[in-house]
């Protein structure tokens, strides 16, 4: 009997011993050993919290119509300004302190997240979940109350709501200086009872009177899962499809050409979470966290963290090194060249620092880069130089074996190969160029830095096209194809010029493809950002230079 005792004494300190580890090691924030079945139950529930309402066109109003009618907590540290309404804790009415819409200084500052009824509808929720339909609580329809009036870097805002029977909700909302939301619920439990709750988070955005996308940079859902960066067009995920993971790491948003709101998930919890077409233009992602057992008697805390801002690439980095934000910075599309965009970025920020100019930053760095290459394209030149003194005996080849092109090229790669010249040698400079170009292509279409930045003259935002066009100048009617600024011409003659000191295709088809060349990428470049256009000029102008003086000293006039 002694020895029964002890024995079961002893299994009551190892239970309790099991039972603190696991709750010390893992938390009550975790799904634990909640059956597959109650998983979609509460899955389930998420998927009919009503997260938006149809838009309807004769019923739209301003957002300062919308927020004028309502109870709101105001926002200002002086990047953002906006609301948050009472009623739900929604989170839907950002301005961007720093951006206005276009050129103009009197223009309006950027919207980027907006309230329901409104044109473009965009928002985050925040809320608790049960399986217990007799639990009350907060959703889109509570109003919380608060004595606070602003929200500020030095002054939170405290909201609160009891449901009558037993549970206080505890919200404290905080923003940084910058664009980063710290929303912690607080839930005191007297309700005579262990409750059993789960946490949600949710953005929702409807797109249908959102401009048509035309930027090669992503713009619909950006999300890192676990490390692992997805990204979907809004028309990836169709009315009524769902993308789910389970995921312990990263962020969810919406992301567009040079702004994106994102919610953070908890480090190291089990988060389901959900990318859905609601109907055909509205998207909601979210993610649903793992249970929370709250004793009787007791409170439990639980930290949202939203971002609702600019892609500004140097405070995404300093987000992903001190907050511990899984990959922040890749909210920036840095495409395929990541390991050549990122610190092109960093190198003409660099350079802006110290010149105080966007525009001669692109061209000091253009300066730089063929300073750089300078070793590579002296002997690729040296080699052209060569080929272009053999003109006059490439002229004879062709004379003697007229049209039979097979004899003039084994007698053409029989001259090269005498004279010990290596005609793919002229192609490596452009083959380091093209990551390069692709790159600075990049840099210039995702950089927030760089939009609106003034050069010199008529440029006045080196991520638009040049605006002083043929319609600008004649005034006249000029298809858009062909309807192009004065650098890009200005890049056009030079790459012309630069045709003219390599020696001719020998291949008469070869040879008009390459006279078209100029042309071709003239009207092209044209339609794209000024700063690429500048940047590739200079370095066009820096190659005739240098090519000429290496033809000089190989006597070819």
């Not at 919406?254 to 994102?262: Q, V």
């Not at 005498?418 to 490596?428: F, H, Y």
Request: hydrophobic share 40%; glycine share 6%; with cysteine.
């Amino acid at each position: 009997m002694k020895d029964e005792m002890k024995s079961l004494s002893l299994a009551i300190v190892l239970s309790f011993i099991a039972i603190y580890s696991v709750n010390h090691f893992f938390g009550y924030n975790q799904f634990g050993s909640l059956q597959e079945t109650e998983k979609q139950k509460i899955a389930q529930k998420l998927n009919t919290v009503t997260s938006h309402v149809k838009i309807e066109e004769n019923v739209l109003k301003t957002t300062g119509e919308t927020i004028s009618s309502e109870k709101r907590i105001n926002i200002d540290n002086k990047t953002i300004k906006g609301s948050i309404r009472l009623k739900g804790g929604r989170f839907d009415n950002i301005l961007l302190e720093k951006y206005n819409e276009n050129l103009d200084d009197q223009s309006n500052k950027v919207e980027l997240l907006a309230p329901n009824k409104t044109k473009n509808p965009y928002f985050a929720e925040l809320g608790w979940l049960s399986l217990d339909e007799k639990v009350a609580l907060p959703n889109s329809n509570t109003s919380w109350e608060t004595t606070s009036s602003i929200i500020s870097p030095e002054k939170p805002a405290i909201l609160t709501w009891n449901n009558n029977n037993g549970l206080k909700f505890i919200r404290k909302i905080q923003i940084d200086k910058d664009y980063l939301f710290t929303i912690t619920d607080t839930i005191e439990n007297l309700s005579g009872e262990e409750v059993e709750l789960f946490p949600y988070a949710l953005l929702s955005r409807d797109i249908k009177n959102l401009p048509q996308n035309r930027s090669v940079v992503h713009e619909g859902i950006s999300a890192v899962i676990n490390d692992s960066l997805k990204e979907f067009k809004y028309g990836d995920i169709k009315d009524g499809d769902t993308e789910t993971f389970e995921a312990k790491t990263g962020w969810i948003g919406f992301s567009d050409r040079y702004w994106f709101s994102a919610l953070i998930l908890p480090k190291d919890a089990s988060n389901k979470v959900t990318l859905k077409n609601n109907n055909k233009t509205n998207y909601q992602i979210d993610y649903l966290g793992g249970r929370a057992i709250i004793p009787n008697g007791e409170a439990y805390s639980y930290t949202y963290k939203l971002y609702s801002g600019a892609k500004e690439i140097k405070l995404l980095d300093k987000y992903t090194k001190e907050d511990k934000i899984s990959k922040f910075d890749l909210a920036v599309d840095f495409g395929w060249y990541y390991f050549l965009t990122k610190p092109f970025f960093y190198i003409l920020d660099f350079l802006y620092g110290f010149l105080g100019n966007m525009g001669w930053a692109i061209l000091l760095f253009a300066a730089l880069l063929r300073l750089l290459m300078f070793p590579i394209a002296n002997k690729s030149f040296a080699n052209m130089a060569k080929m272009k003194a053999l003109q006059p005996k490439l002229d004879e080849i062709k004379s003697k074996y007229g049209d039979n092109q097979l004899l003039i090229q084994q007698a053409t790669m029989d001259l090269y190969k005498k004279e010990k010249i290596n005609p793919a040698s002229g192609c490596l400079p452009m083959l380091i160029q093209i990551p390069v170009f692709f790159s600075l292509y990049k840099v210039l279409n995702i950089a927030i830095e760089i939009r609106h930045a003034p050069f010199i003259g008529w440029i006045k935002d080196l991520s638009a096209p040049d605006p002083l066009t043929f319609s600008e100048m004649l005034n006249i009617y000029v298809p858009s194809f062909i309807n192009i600024g004065i650098w890009p011409m200005l890049m056009g003659v030079t790459m012309w010029i630069q045709q003219k000191l390599n020696p001719a295709p020998i291949n008469k088809d070869q040879a008009m493809m390459f006279t078209l060349m100029p042309v071709f990428f003239t009207f092209m470049l044209g339609h794209f950002a000024s700063g690429l256009v500048i940047y590739w000029t200079l370095s066009n102008i820096l190659s005739i230079i240098q090519q000429k003086i290496i033809m000089g000293k190989n006597g070819v006039k």
